[in-house]
């Protein structure tokens, strides 16, 4: 049987404040063998105290590993080492020594915060510092309108790479400036002491005429003739277009022709002769016949009837953006013997070689 002395024994004392003053609360006593109630009137407050010293100042001091090691270190502390901090990493609690014993601070590290004002940064001054400088950062303003000014440290000057390939040729100090236009070749220039872009003086072409065909679809060497007397007689026409620079016709081929006469005579000479433009124009090419009733072809040769012709010579030369026609003309040059001439065997191409690249 348990005594009233058992259930003291276990009882905690607790005051209830249920309302000092209030009508018809009265004090009461509960007990058991495992709890007990005391319920007692909370008292009436009392005056203000006097105003405490003040808490030392926080010295941070770092981390500690645990509670044990902390237990170690607070054997060592007294009042003068009031204010140090450390945080228990194990617990990641910040620990305050008042200087007598360690306050606890549990949401010191990791719990949120309160929610802060909205802040607009912008970028302002960004300045290169002195190598080996520390990032300096500036903010300047007022909230919400924050500038943040950056000086950046100048890195080391990087080791020196390997040599390039060449750059553009058009970039080399003689080197003309200005428009390059596609295909042109480079020319020094002796005024100027620089290279500048010229058309590509390499021939232009071929363009030919082979028996009845031409290179433009147009017609050919006219149908053959028999014991004809016509002199001069143009025997085919051939187009070159314009070209992009002055130039001058060079001309191969020929064309078969033969006189009517006989044996053991040699008077009469038929030549096939190339002109610019017509009958009478600038002579370029020349085939020479044979004196005699017998197949002769006459072969293309450059020929401008002149021994005047150098480098900077006009003989012959057809003018840059013109487009011309060489006539294939067939003259009796000795004798008054006709003469026959064949389509099938004759052929003429020319090439057009550029005179004012040099």
């Not at 003068?80 to 008042?98: F, Q, S």
């Not at 950062?137 to 390997?162: A, D, I």
């Not at 065909?213 to 026409?237: E, H, R």
Request: net charge negative.
């Amino acid at each position: 049987m348990s005594t009233v002395g058992d259930y003291f024994e276990s009882t905690l004392i607790r005051g209830i404040d249920e309302g000092v003053g209030t009508a018809g609360v009265v004090q009461a006593l509960h007990g058991t063998p495992r709890d007990g109630s005391l319920e007692l009137m909370t008292g009436t407050p009392g005056s203000v105290g006097r105003q405490g010293e003040s808490g030392a100042v926080f010295r941070w001091e770092g981390d500690i590993a645990d509670q044990a090691a902390l237990t170690a270190l607070s054997a060592k502390l007294n009042t003068a080492h009031a204010g140090k901090a450390w945080r228990v990493l194990a617990t990641n609690t910040l620990m305050y020594w008042n200087g007598t014993s360690f306050d606890s601070f549990a949401d010191a590290f990791g719990a949120a915060g309160p929610t802060g004002a909205p802040c607009d940064i912008s970028i302002g001054t960004v300045a290169t510092g002195p190598v080996g400088t520390d990032l300096v950062v500036t903010v300047t303003g007022t909230r919400p309108n924050l500038v943040l000014n950056l000086t950046v440290p100048q890195g080391v000057q990087g080791v020196k790479g390997p040599a390039g390939g060449p750059g553009p040729i058009r970039q080399a100090p003689d080197y003309a400036a200005g428009a390059h236009v596609d295909g042109t070749v480079p020319a020094w220039n002796a005024t100027t002491q620089q290279w500048t872009p010229r058309p590509n003086p390499g021939l232009r072409g071929p363009w030919s005429l082979q028996g009845a065909l031409a290179w433009d679809n147009g017609p050919g060497f006219a149908a053959s003739q028999s014991k004809v007397g016509t002199s001069p007689n143009v025997v085919a026409q051939l187009n070159i277009p314009a070209q992009d620079v002055d130039w001058r016709p060079v001309i191969g081929g020929g064309t078969l022709v033969f006189t009517d006469e006989g044996i053991g005579s040699f008077n009469t000479r038929i030549d096939a002769e190339v002109r610019i433009g017509s009958v009478i124009g600038q002579i370029v090419a020349l085939g020479a016949g044979f004196p005699f009733g017998a197949d002769g072809f006459c072969s293309f040769q450059p020929y401008y009837g002149t021994r005047t012709m150098t480098p900077d010579s006009t003989v012959g030369v057809v003018p840059a953006g013109q487009a011309v026609t060489l006539f294939v003309v067939l003259r009796r040059n000795r004798g008054d013997s006709n003469y026959s001439y064949r389509q099938n065997d004759s052929h003429i191409v020319c090439w057009a070689r550029p005179v004012t690249a040099s």
